[in-house]
Structures are given as C-alpha cells and as structure tokens.
C-alpha cells in the first residue's frame, strides 16, 4: 500500500501553540489545573446534537464533514473542552476495508461477521485511504476553525477491539467467537490483526496529515484477555503502531486506552511507549501512578454514573482524582464515556470543579 507522505503538503504542526495545555501535557509536562476533555464529550446528552441526529443516520453524520465538524464543535462551544476529538467511529476502518456496517436503534452496530478465510479475502487495504477523505476533510476544517489553545484529537479503534467486532459481527457480552478464532485459527487471527495493525497506522498517518495533532488509540475490550494474549495481541499491535507513528510524525502524542487492563496497565504503558494511559473506571489514579514511568501521561478517570448523578458528590469525586495526580502530568477526562442521559449542566458543573484552584 502507499502512505501519503506527508512531504508533500506543508506540515500542519509546524506551528503549534504554546498556549495549548493538552497538549504540552500529552508531552509530559505537568499543569494546574489539568486539562480536560471527556471521551463522548459530543453525544446525545446534548440537545443540539439529538437534533442533528434527527437528520441523518450515525454512519452519515461521521462520513459527512459538515456534520462531523458541526458535532465535534458543539461541547467546545459550550465548554471550552481543552480538547476536541473528532467525531467519528472505531468501526469506520472495517467499513473502509469493505465490510458491511449498519448501526441499528437499540441493538448498536451490526456487521457481516468475517470468520473464514474467505471472508478475509474480501477485505480490501487498498480502498482504506480513499473511502475515509471524509474524515480528512473534518479535521482538516476542525484545525482551522477551533479556538487557538484547542488541542484536534483523532483517534482510531485498537486492532484488538476493532477485530472483535469485526469477527462477532457487532456487540457481545464476552466475544466467544472471536477467542474462539484465536485459538482454533491462529494463522487467521494473526492475520486479522496484522491487517488491522498496517490500516490503522495508515489511517492514523492521514489523519494526522489533515491537521491531528495527538491520537487516541481505544482497546475498550483489553480486559477480556488473558496475560499472554494480552501482550501479543493488544500490547504488540499498540506498539508497532507507536512506533511507525514515531518514525513518521515524532512530535504527535499517542494515547492508550487498554480499557479493563487492571494490573496489565502498567507493563501496557511500558512496552507500548505511548505518551499517555488512558485509565477506565475501576483504576485508582494515585495507586497507578508510582507503577507507570513517570514521564507516561496519565488520563481520567472519574465514573461517568457519578458525572451522570452530579451533585456534591461529582464535585468531591472530581476533586479527590485531580489533587491526588498534582505534580503529575495529567489530563482531566473519565473512566468510559459521557452516559446518554447525563445532564448537560453536570459537564458544566465538571468543568467548573476541575478549573476551580
């Protein structure tokens, strides 16, 4: 496959503000307050998105760049988020390679399951570049229209979890065919994810190209495996992906996710090199920290359920995790995603908290 080199068009980094705190941050540099962004933060929680939603179905809001542009704008406008990460969906890239995707009301999404190597066959690397120029273009238009200090956030799904989804054919409470295949069909599997692991490098590449300036990589489904696995098949793919994306763009920051991870989080951090770990809801910051290398970012972790109940507790809560990471450097976000019913004046009490030194 060819990777546009980024060569031949001006490097949209070459100016990146100083004033940007998320992103001196994901460089290592300690902040007070800390920065913060909410995974989710452009959601059905907002009024203003559920009326776009009205209009078009999920997989046109993410493929269309004024809509995409207009929904990643929308918690920026209302709460000056330090960062804005693209709307979009990890399942973007499986629909690029060629496989069917349909996000259904009430069920989620739903994809022809590839779980033979015909099946494999039918996906095709070549066409991933062009059928994502869509999401090029919203970033491309999101670096020029967002406020100065803002920091433009792509991201893509781990080859881990993208694959899940990939084999089940949508959603599963514990991706028994996809474990299934990864020990009946080994060689299938591997390829799978070797598949997965050169088009996510290269969509991450062309995002960053179109104006991102850090990247998040989401393993939402890390914690279902056991230790080897683990480190075959989410910390291998997480840290060929670092580092091709160290050898092209060396100055762009890289976030991990391993969601679940539990006590696999700290080796994750360690062998993937990537610039920040993402914490979920159960890690508890201040233990975590003296176990990961103190120049890895760390980021979260408050319950979205108590963002969703607000209140005094929300304010206490959000309190205890950004004192007990001061000194450290940290970007304020949650543990999982902003809840569909959360109030939006809950975020504003949030951000409020987190700002309020």
């Given at each position: 496959m060819t990777v546009q080199n980024s060569s031949r068009q001006p490097d949209p980094h070459t100016r990146r503000p100083a004033s940007k705190p998320l992103l001196r941050t994901l460089n290592g540099e300690a902040q007070w307050p800390p920065p913060l962004w909410l995974m989710r933060q452009a959601g059905r929680y907002l009024p203003e998105f559920r009326e776009m939603r009205a209009r078009a179905d999920f997989l046109t809001r993410c493929l269309t760049p004024d809509m995409a542009v207009e929904l990643t704008l929308q918690p920026i406008r209302r709460y000056g988020m330090d960062g804005a990460i693209?709307?979009?969906?990890?399942?973007?890239?499986?629909?690029a390679l060629g496989q069917s995707l349909e996000f259904i009301e009430g069920r989620g999404p739903v994809l022809e399951p590839v779980r033979s190597e015909a099946d494999l066959e039918r996906l095709d690397e070549s066409r991933v570049m062009e059928a994502v120029a869509p999401v090029r273009e919203a970033l491309r238009r999101l670096r020029s229209e967002l406020p100065e200090a803002t920091t433009l956030l792509g991201f893509a799904g781990s080859p881990f979890t993208v694959s899940c989804y990939m084999v089940e054919g949508g959603g599963s409470r514990d991706f028994a065919q996809t474990r299934r295949m990864m020990l009946q069909a080994p060689e299938l599997y591997d390829r799978l994810i070797n598949m997965l692991t050169r088009s996510t490098i290269e969509m991450l590449r062309g995002q960053i190209e179109a104006g991102a300036e850090a990247v998040m990589l989401f393993d939402s489904w890390s914690g279902i495996l056991p230790p080897e696995a683990f480190r075959r098949y989410v910390i291998a793919p997480t840290h060929q992906?670092?580092?091709?994306?160290?050898?092209?763009?060396?100055?762009?920051?890289?976030i991990g996710f391993p969601r679940l991870s539990g006590v696999m989080a700290p080796e994750y951090a360690s062998r993937t090199k990537v610039n920040a770990l993402a914490l979920d809801t159960v890690s508890d910051p201040a233990t975590m920290a003296p176990m990961v290398p103190d120049t890895v970012t760390l980021q979260g972790n408050l319950d979205p359920m108590v963002l969703f109940n607000g209140g005094p507790e929300l304010v206490r809560e959000a309190r205890r995790i950004r004192d007990s990471l001061r000194g450290r450097a940290h970007v304020f976000n949650l543990g999982h995603g902003v809840m569909q019913h959360?109030?939006?004046?809950?975020?504003?009490l949030l951000v409020e908290t987190v700002r309020d030194v």
């Open positions: 693209l709307f979009s969906d990890i399942l973007i890239l499986p629909w992906i670092r580092e091709a994306l160290k050898h092209s763009h060396p100055h762009i920051p890289v959360t109030p939006p004046e809950n975020v504003a």
